[in-house]
């Protein structure tokens, strides 16, 4: 039997074995000491610990600097902070248009509209598009907002609220609203293609997350199974009919996914063993499978995809994963592999070998978080700083730290 002394005694050796014995926990990449980067196809921004916003884009052609004018300045691809704007939490950028989300569940947008995706409830009378919007607007119709997502070519959005269910707005040609039959009913429409006030989408409730691809959505139910919906012309929907669906599938084989994430044509499960699912498009040579071999996977001229997720070999311990040309996913121990298309240099590998088709290792400190777009990575960094790598900016696809003064001001050196 334990004496009385030689418990407190073992309690004190394990109190100072504890750091070994527990080591302490990652830094979770949502945590409020980091910034949180949210990327668009050439667009995005550094939401701030404090709140505020920086904002970059390749051009501001439509406002999408936020800044009240079009046109000037002409380009912002190194960020300028976000004017009059304050409690920012996440986003999501895409096309040229720009959701923000704030602390108390509400919403700002500016930037393109030409499909009513800044949900302003824009209904022109006239066949013309809807104006740019070149400062941030409050969302009329949103609140009690959990998360946002916008289509890489920013054509639809989604929000997910806080009791679980998910609105959709804009463009709708492919099913990617998720509306069905309900799309008729809707009056505020135009021709049946673009739905410019957020609509319910029916029958799906129980959403933990979301995640919008080119013409395709994702939902991650709090079950762990995915629901999709949208264009399904390589698989995206998880459909083996590939026709598209203006109604929510489950997507078969997942029920323990953690993640999602969408690219243009191909999506990302992340399990809740470490391990990562991938299933639509490879592109033209199975790079987004990296290496996978399953019988799922079908040759369609020089597109191959599967409409089953397939599991990505060699890839363990993962706590995140970002979906855009490039392919990423962060592991336990800060490190990140990466994988397709890298005709940009978003891989920082020094290259720009269009398409890897293995998975490769960037070489960029112990990595808190990641998010990627169309032609550029972010990686942030532990102690807060963010490292890119991408577009034409970077020779020979280098990774560089982001030059903002307000965001090395702003973080919080983590210990």
């Not at 074995?17 to 550094?46: H, N, Q, W, Y």
């Not at 119709?141 to 997910?160: M, P, S, W, Y």
């Not at 498009?281 to 040759?299: E, K, L, V």
Request: charged share 15%.
């Amino acid at each position: 039997m334990l004496s009385v002394r030689n418990f407190f005694l073992t309690c004190l050796i394990l109190f100072l074995a504890a750091p070994c014995l527990f080591p302490a926990p990652a830094i979770a990449a949502d945590s409020p000491r980091l910034p949180k980067v949210v990327a668009g196809a050439t667009e995005g921004m550094i939401i701030l610990p404090s709140g505020a916003v920086t904002v970059f884009a390749k051009s501001n052609d439509y406002g999408e600097l936020g800044q009240g004018t079009l046109g000037t300045p002409p380009s912002a691809e190194l960020g300028i902070p976000l004017p009059a704007v304050t409690g920012a939490m996440d986003g999501a950028v895409g096309g040229g248009s720009f959701l923000l989300l704030l602390a108390d569940g509400t919403v700002l947008s500016w930037g393109k509209n030409s499909a009513g995706q800044l949900a302003l409830g824009i209904n022109p009378k006239s066949g013309d598009d809807p104006s740019p919007v070149p400062h941030p607007t409050r969302v009329p119709f949103l609140v009690h907002v959990r998360q946002l997502a916008i289509a890489d070519n920013g054509t639809f959005a989604l929000a997910l609220l806080e009791d679980g269910t998910v609105r959709s707005w804009g463009a709708a040609f492919n099913g990617q609203l998720g509306l069905g039959s309900s799309l008729s009913n809707i009056p505020d429409t135009r021709g049946g293609t673009r739905v410019f006030k957020p609509q319910p989408i029916p029958n799906l409730a129980g959403v933990k997350s979301i995640a919008a691809g080119h013409d395709f959505a994702l939902a991650l139910l709090e079950d762990g199974t995915v629901k999709a919906w949208g264009k399904n012309k390589y698989g995206q929907v998880g459909d083996e009919v590939i026709s598209d669906s203006p109604v929510p599938l489950t997507v078969p084989g997942i029920d323990s996914a953690i993640a999602i994430s969408a690219g243009e044509d191909y999506a990302l499960a992340l399990l809740r063993d470490g391990t990562v699912r991938v299933w639509g498009s490879g592109t033209n040579d199975s790079a987004y499978f990296a290496g996978a071999r399953s019988p799922s996977i079908h040759a369609d001229s020089n597109y191959p995809w599967t409409a089953k997720p397939v599991a990505i070999p060699g890839l363990r311990n993962v706590v995140a994963i970002s979906a855009g040309a490039t392919a990423l996913a962060l592991l336990a121990d800060g490190s990140v592999r990466m994988w397709g298309y890298n005709g940009f240099g978003s891989m920082g590998l020094g290259n720009r070998i269009e398409y890897v088709a293995s998975l490769k290792t960037a070489r960029v400190p112990p990595v808190a978080a990641i998010a990627t777009g169309f032609n550029r990575s972010y990686f942030v960094l532990r102690d807060g700083s963010v490292m890119a790598a991408g577009s034409q900016l970077i020779s020979e696809g280098k990774l560089y730290l982001v030059p903002m003064p307000l965001l090395k001001k702003d973080s919080v050196q983590n210990p």
